[in-house]
């Protein structure tokens, strides 16, 4: 009998002994097999042919091989090893997200419907020489190597990169390209272009893709029978056996960063790690590159690809800054004086608006007038956000998903009627946009109205087809769209994500207005940007003013250099919740006791978390920070093993944290 190690998607840190004979054929490393494992059966992946570590008698046998599927390549072994040393996630949650819908490996069939073609090669549109000049530079690298393709929005930078895949379709043929996008940037907008320049779809993977189309996708990457896969994060643990690049698009994205679940990882830096391993190129695209990004470029290990204009003749928008403290509000009204003037102006000459506002629903807050009662979820430490409907208002908790009616009277004090709003959320500030303009037609781009990319490719082809005056949005208006008679952007509020603890709030809140202005005049009609905000002079401010990227970008890293923060430092969280708080608080006590000495190393908290009490649990933070030469992970596995984890703490260990809830 021969035996092999085998890794199965279950949360254990360890490799499984497995004997087999030759009448189930070669079994090699990279091979997925059949395995009895607990009461019942897993698919797991071979990842060497060691002798047993157990007691023979302890050993069950492999059940069988899918001899036809290719085996995995060692760099793709390497890289779900190292992701699991990094995130400190057992390998087996890792394997769980590398492994396809289950039913792949019973199902033989091919659909019809999702063969992939090879992309037919258009020569159509002529690149201007900076764009050629990007994309030859990147056609060139044929190792491992980091390239920041660096344009504001509009710059063609989708482009080079079409050309890029292009070229190397052309020179390699069967060879395949990962594209990552953020998962919202995946609307039928982008798959649009790429069928216009290409012929055919991509393979496309993502959250909401149906488990057919992932199934015959996962099939089809890994026998090398599609040549271009878009996708949201996850995609990066698609079984490529011929990857020869990847294409980061808008890399400073924060929902790159996995928050949620058994694996927190950071999918641009994992993607850079993958490439690493497949000796391969890979692009990060974006107009305002992450600080992390941005200083390797600086320190000589990312190279830095810069398309400096717009295509065409389109210019950036003008950018105005609204002084608050000087331009004041009515009371509940939400839209200045200039702005209100632009947006009558803008909608006189027929063209479209965008109001940027990043909060949901009708109003944060909901309190009574009578005795200050406010509404706040009975599960987690988070005011109730209102919602309107047709003729009343939910409460709805944005973190646990709690929802309820807005009652008629005071549940503390039983006043009827005595309920005020507290701010303005998108629906409350259409409100005021409707007793504005009353033949305005809105369009509203947040969660709770677009809940499908079909649903966005609705709405973006309403606004396409100037069905539309203004639209309403949240954040996911920042996403790469393209509206050709978008020409004013209001944004409401631009202190909002300044608030809080954040060491990245600035440049957050600067990523993402850059990217909303950056929607403004993106053709031949030039574009107007007016920002209300409190803090008229905050660098975040002047730099959208001046759109002077590289001059913020140099503050802030001043800021982090001195204070020893990510890039210059390393960090990593650790997350305690229960739901007993007095057994939490003395494990965080005992934790706290058996920190280990460490030079240069410095573990803050325990703190209660900015989200208390989440979903019933109670929560605890530690922050560990350290210098860039030492990484955290063997400190932090010293420490918990020193007094371990008890079942009835859950304890979440997010290297390189990018929320602080
Ligand atoms: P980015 O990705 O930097 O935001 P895009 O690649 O989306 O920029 O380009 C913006 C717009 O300009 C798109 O409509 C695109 O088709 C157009 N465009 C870019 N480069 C060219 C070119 N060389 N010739 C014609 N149109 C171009
Ligand atoms: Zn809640």
């Known amino acids: ?185 995946l609307s039928s907008q982008w798959l649009e272009r790429f069928k216009n320049r290409f012929g055919v779809a991509p393979g496309v993977w993502h959250s909401h893709v149906g488990a057919a189309e992932k199934r015959e996708t996962w099939k089809a990457v890994i026998q090398g029978n599609v040549n271009v896969v878009v996708g949201a994060r996850s995609s990066l643990f698609l079984p490529f056996n011929n990857l020869k690049a990847i294409i980061v698009d808008e890399e400073h994205e924060h929902s790159f960063k996995q928050e949620d679940g058994g694996l927190l990882y950071h999918a641009r830096d994992m993607a850079v790690v993958r490439a690493r391993e497949e000796n391969i190129p890979i692009v990060l695209a974006s107009a305002t590159p992450s600080v992390e990004s941005y200083t390797n470029y600086k320190e000589g290990k990312y190279t830095l690809l810069h398309l400096p204009s717009r295509h065409k003749e389109a210019q950036l928008p003008d950018v105005k800054i609204i002084n608050l403290e000087e331009e004041k509000l009515a009371s509940q009204t939400w839209i200045s004086t200039p702005l209100k003037a632009a947006l009558k102006l803008n909608i006189e000459a027929g063209d479209q608006s965008l109001l940027f506002l990043n909060r949901r629903g009708y109003a944060p807050l909901i309190l009574c007038r009578t005795c200050g009662y406010r509404f706040e979820c009975p599960s987690c430490s988070a005011w109730l956000v209102a919602h309107s409907h047709k003729n009343k208002m939910s409460l709805q908790c944005h973190h646990c998903g709690h929802k309820g009616w807005l009652p008629e009277a005071c549940p503390s004090c039983e006043e009827e009627d005595s309920f005020a709003a507290c701010g303005p959320g998108v629906e409350r500030l259409a409100e005021e946009v409707s007793s504005l303009f009353p033949d305005a037609r809105l369009g509203f781009m947040t969660s709770d109205h677009i809940k499908t990319t079909d649903d966005l490719g609705v709405l973006i082809e309403k606004i396409e087809a100037r069905e539309i005056d203004i639209i309403i949005g949240t954040q996911m208006v920042a996403k790469g769209h393209h509206f050709p008679h978008l020409t004013l952007v209001g944004v409401v509020d631009a202190d909002l994500g300044l608030m809080g603890g954040d060491f990245r709030a600035g440049e957050k809140t600067y990523q993402m207005l850059h990217q ?146």
């Open 1 to 185: 009998m021969k035996c092999v190690q085998v890794v199965v998607p279950r949360p254990f840190d360890k490799f499984f002994d497995y004997f087999y004979d030759d009448s189930l054929g070669s079994i090699e490393i990279g091979h997925f097999v059949r395995v009895p494992f607990g009461s019942g059966s897993a698919i797991g992946i071979v990842v060497s042919k060691n002798e047993p570590s157990l007691d023979a008698s302890k050993i069950k046998s492999i059940e069988s091989v899918f001899h036809d599927f290719p085996k995995l390549k060692n760099s793709y072994l390497n890289f779900i090893k190292w992701i699991s040393s990094y995130t400190m996630a057992p390998i087996g949650e890792v394997v769980r997200a590398a492994l396809p819908p289950k039913d792949v490996f019973l199902n033989k069939k091919t659909r019809k419907k999702f063969v992939f073609e090879t992309p037919l090669l258009h020569d159509e549109l002529k690149l201007s020489d900076q764009q050629k000049a990007s994309s030859q530079a990147l056609s060139q690298e044929k190792n491992f190597s980091v390239n920041i393709l660096d344009g504001v929005t509009g710059s063609g930078k989708t482009e080079v990169y079409f050309d890029f895949i292009d070229q190397l379709i052309k020179r390699e043929k069967a060879c395949q390209i990962l594209v990552l996008l953020p998962e919202i940037a």
């Open 516 to 661: 909303v202005a950056g929607r403004a005049g993106r053709e031949e009609k030039s574009g107007e940007v007016y920002i209300q905000t409190h803090q008229a002079n905050h660098p975040v401010m002047q730099a959208l003013k001046n759109w002077d990227r590289d001059a913020f970008m140099e503050s802030e890293r001043d800021i982090r250099r001195q204070g020893l923060l990510p890039p210059f430092g390393r960090m990593a969280a650790l997350i305690l919740s229960s739901t007993n708080e007095g057994f939490l608080d003395q494990y965080c006590h005992a934790l706290s006791r058996a920190v280990p000495r460490e030079d240069g190393l410095k573990v803050l908290g325990p703190a209660p978390a900015p989200m208390r009490l989440l979903r019933q649990h109670h929560r605890r933070r530690f922050l560990v920070m350290g210098p860039r030469e030492k990484l955290l992970q063997p400190f932090l596995r010293n420490w918990i093993a020193k007094i371990g984890c008890p079942s009835r703490i859950k304890m979440k260990i997010d290297i390189d944290p990018y929320g602080f809830m």
